[in-house]
């Protein structure tokens, strides 16, 4: 077990991943600025290229904010499939070069290298890893390097104004720090950073500076948290990323049935109420699975992969076409359940193709009244019969980056 101070934590990240593998795909696209997202008022921009960042354009942003910025720019529909095999594909390099790694989100990696300086040296491998990536995916990323994730984070995003590689010396990382926005700190959001800049706290400096107990009665328990961060501690661990993670949950009924309508507005809350708890654990899945079991106990499985996603109007329509295609009118049912798998961190991020700014504010109204009322509060109609859906078989939430049914015991 390596103290502290022992640490060498990696972080890496894939440059503006979706447009670089589109300008893998097509070279012409390189060196001119690039939208990914849907072309349309109410669309917004999924990434973009550093040509468009020079306007002003940023992810997330509404897409008719983004062309008057910048006019020139070339809209691309997106490709979640493409990114999906991307990220795959980088996933495997890093498999094979390291002994510890997680994925947080479908572009970013933590690698714990603790220990290496006995042998070839943390900074030494960083290095030779960023390069095998390019070599062998093609594509450009960065990283940052020091004793914990929190600065290896931000390293990495001042990395991406230089070389792509930073190390912040054991011992420096409070200085490191200290001179950037505070907004440069994971985990300050908005509403954070405006509490604290109507306060005059503009810098991590000056969150420095500040005692312990006032962040924590500003703030609550995301206080002393920030300012751990801002003071450069940060102890949690690099956990071992598995490739099958999964939620899931079923329903068995008191007696069979063939009622369609009841069948099919239980799948549907039964997939609302998991693709809330992908979008409040930060997770996103890409292959849903419908299970059915008649009254002879037989039980059948379809599934399909799906581009990253945690949207309610991507994944219902799935589930309902896999019932389609399983549910035999012969016979009555049993048991039905629903599971999404292939599950890694990142948000909304890959839904933003087909988002609207309406659709991702419903969802964020939505979840807000689950948050605080509950997840059955707020549901679709076809729903609303649903009652008792049953409970969750591997449940997490937004503090676990990996599902209780994948650790190692």
């Not at 973009?48 to 020079?54: D, K, L, M, V």
């Not at 507005?265 to 039964?270: D, I, K, Q, R, W």
């Not at 059955?376 to 008792?388: E, L, P």
Request: proline share 4%; aromatic share 6%.
């Amino acid at each position: 077990m390596f103290t502290r101070d022992q640490r060498n934590i990696l972080h890496l990240d894939l440059n503006t991943f979706f447009v670089s593998v589109e300008r893998l795909r097509e070279p012409k696209l390189n060196g001119k600025p690039v939208l990914i997202g849907a072309d349309s008022d109410r669309g917004v921009v999924a990434s973009c290229s550093y040509e468009a960042r020079a306007f002003g354009v940023r992810s997330a942003m509404p897409m008719r904010m983004a062309k008057q910025l910048c006019p020139e720019a070339i809209i691309l529909r997106g490709d979640s499939g493409a990114y999906m095999k991307k990220s795959d594909e980088v996933t495997e390099i890093i498999r094979a070069n390291v002994p510890l790694f997680e994925k947080s989100s479908v572009d970013e990696f933590y690698v714990d290298l603790s220990g290496t300086d006995k042998f070839f040296g943390a900074w030494k491998l960083a290095r030779e890893l960023r390069q095998r990536i390019i070599k062998d995916s093609g594509l450009p990323n960065s990283f940052g390097l020091s004793v914990n994730k929190t600065v290896s984070k931000v390293a990495t995003n001042e990395a991406k104004h230089g070389s792509g590689e930073l190390q912040v010396e054991r011992g420096t990382e409070k200085p490191f720090l200290a001179p950037m926005a505070i907004e440069a700190i994971p985990g300050v959001g908005d509403k954070t950073a405006h509490l604290l800049r109507s306060m005059g706290v503009a810098r991590i400096r000056t969150m420095q500076e500040l005692p312990i107990d006032l962040m924590q009665r500003l703030l609550g328990e995301h206080g002393p948290v920030l300012w751990r961060k801002a003071n450069g501690i940060d102890d949690s661990p690099v956990i071992a990323w598995h490739e099958r993670k999964s939620i899931s949950t079923e329903r068995t009924f008191a007696q069979d049935t063939i009622d369609v309508v009841k069948l099919r507005g239980m799948l549907t809350a039964m997939a609302e109420s998991l693709a809330f708890q992908l979008r409040k654990g930060q997770k996103l899945t890409s292959c849903v699975a419908v299970k059915i079991r008649y009254a002879d106990f037989n039980t059948h499985l379809r599934q399909q992969r799906i581009g990253y996603t945690a949207c309610d109007h991507i994944i219902l329509p799935i589930v309902q076409d896999l019932f389609r295609a399983l549910y035999d009118r012969r016979q009555r049912i049993r048991l039905i359940g629903v599971r999404f798998s292939h599950l890694v961190g990142g948000g909304h991020q890959m839904d933003a193709f087909t988002d609207t700014e309406e659709a991702m504010s419903l969802y964020q109204a939505m979840d807000k009244i689950r948050k605080r009322f509950g997840d059955r509060t707020v549901m679709r109609a076809a729903g609303m019969g649903a009652h008792s859906i049953g409970r969750m078989d591997n449940p997490f939430d937004g503090q676990a980056p990996v599902l209780l049914a994948n650790r190692r015991t």
